[in-house]
């Protein structure tokens, strides 16, 4: 008995000592806190990806937890994002682009006398002003690429309206445009066109307004020094001016008071030289005219203006 009771009391100290510690895991004793604070640390746990969960001594402490963290989760508005709509870009049209916009574009410069075609809006159709436009004009239209053609009209539209002239239809061509419409301002030039044949004997052809208003005979560049073929639009013209530089020999050279001079590549251009005989190559890439005829062409003339070399 003696014995018996020993191992008795052995058991019982050793189920109080366990329950001890048990129980000295909180450092609080159970009150109104205990739960506030089993139910914190179990929230935590489990909201937190790949964590182990938290102990749990009851089945009801369990659903206490999970209906406080269901209900917190409700009661949290959706998250929404504000987006700005994207903001619409200007509208720049330049060589070669093609589409509706350039279609409108050309509508535009024909309604207002930069091009040399007709636009009907009911019909929506298109046709040639003139029954005499030469054929290397003609193929240079399209109704919605934006092609030489409607490069040398911008350029002249903006000359007149005293834009920067880069041949570029952006938002301020576009305004000037749909004002002048509306105002029916039309181009004050007409359409001039201009044509330089290479074949001996050489010469210019000027064509305004479906007829040839000129006719001359001219010079182009030594072989040395040729004459670009093509078709370019004038973009610089001075009434007069010194011409400097080097010929193919490395001479220097300077010509003052060279008149009438309208530049469509690089510098080349159309102007009046003094000459004994015309025909025929003689210059370092310009197409000399005779002084009369030169200054004939020069009203005609303007940035923009087409000079076709074959």
Known sequence: MKYGLGIVLSVCLCAVVTGCGTVALSSHPAGPNSTATTQ?????????AGSAA?????KSASKAVKVAAKSTVSREPAAQVRTS???QQPIVLSLGSQGTNVERLQELLAVTGYLPLEWTAGQNSWHWKYASTPKSLVSLWSPTKYTLLTKSAVMTFEEVHQLAVDGVAGPQVFAALKSAAAAHRTSPYGFTYVQVSLSVPESLSLWHNGQIIIKSLANSGIPQSPTVTGTY?????????????????????SDPGVPYVSYF??????HGFVRSQYGYPQSLGCVELPIPAAKQVWPYMHLGTLVNIT
């Not at 640390?41 to 909201?47: A, F, G, L, P």
């Not at 938290?54 to 009851?58: I, M």
């Not at 639009?233 to 050279?253: A, E, F, R």
């Open 40 to 48: 914190t640390k179990s929230t935590s746990r489990d909201s937190s």
């Open 54 to 58: 938290a102990p749990v001594k009851s």
């Open 85 to 87: 709509p994207p903001k």
């Open 233 to 253: 639009p004038v973009y610089l013209q001075y009434l007069s001016q010194t011409m400097k530089g080097k010929d193919p020999n490395g001479q220097h050279y």
């Open 265 to 270: 590549y690089g510098g080349e251009a159309v």
